[in-house]
Antibody
Framework: EVLLVESGGGLVQPGGSLRLSCTAS????????MNWVRQAPGKGLEWVSS????????YYADSVKGRFSISRDNAKNSLYLQMNSLRGEDTAVYYC?????????????WGQGSLVTVSS | DIVLTQSPATLSLSPGERATLSCRAS??????LVWYQQKPGQAPRLLIS???NRATGIPARFSGSGSGTDFTLTISSLEPEDSAFYYC????????FGQGTKVEIK
């Protein structure tokens, strides 16, 4: 069974930092491109960042470029999102999501999400 | 970025009725259009990939069609469990989502 479990969310002040982690199981993690997608409370979905299976291709939404950094450790079956200079508009549930094998930006499995709240 | 516009915002229908959801792109996305279903408090679930390919385990009452800029998700005969938000997403370039359509079952 494919499982994606996010951790590291919580309350942080504006300007602060937070690191999200996603632990994957049930599939060969190193074969798959991975993503972070967020959803502000009561709002729609926004793609945040993507990383290829071999770490060679990385993409960011303009809204987080220069502030967020995606990375992965294939030996630990883990995906990360380092979030710096956080703003109120970054408040959202952050989903770790797996791409369909060999396809970019086609999510076939999602984690349950980790809530990040940016507030003073 | 490509803008996806979904309509209607809300669809209220009875069980057994046919639901037709629309997604229009601001420029051509070929057939790189995906549909997801999201129920309250849950993560989204993949329904349809690349305009018309039903994902594994998705009931046959769900179907997708379209190409270029105009796409449709059809639920042929609504079941109570189909009450949810439905989002389209394009993957022809940097991925973007539509704002969603809420399907309510009367």
């Amino acid at each position: 069974e494919v499982l994606l479990v996010e951790s590291g969310g919580g309350l942080v002040q504006p300007g602060g930092s937070l690191r999200l982690s996603c632990t994957a199981s049930g599939f060969p993690f190193s074969n798959y491109n991975m993503n972070w997608v967020r959803q502000a409370p009561g709002k729609g979905l926004e793609w945040v960042s993507s990383i290829s299976s071999n770490n060679k291709s990385i993409y960011y939404a303009d809204s987080v470029k220069g502030r967020f950094s995606i990375s992965r450790d294939n030996a630990k079956n883990s995906l990360y999102l380092q979030m710096n200079s956080l703003r109120g508009e970054d408040t959202a549930v952050y989903y770790c999501a797996r791409d369909d094998e060999m396809q970019f930006w086609l999510i076939d499995y999602w984690g349950q999400g980790s809530l990040v709240t940016v507030s003073s | 970025d490509i803008v996806l516009t979904q309509s209607p915002a809300t669809l209220s229908l009875s069980p057994g009725e046919r639901a037709t959801l629309s997604c229009r792109a601001s420029q051509s996305v070929s057939t790189y259009l995906v549909w997801y279903q999201q129920k309250p408090g849950q993560a989204p679930r993949l329904l349809i990939s690349d305009a018309s390919n039903r994902a594994t385990g998705i009931p046959a009452r769900f179907s997708g069609s379209g190409s270029g800029t105009d796409f449709t998700l059809t639920i042929s005969s609504l079941e109570p469990e189909d009450s949810a938000f439905y989002y389209c997403q394009q993957r022809n370039s940097w991925p973007t989502f539509g704002q969603g359509t809420k399907v309510e079952i009367k």
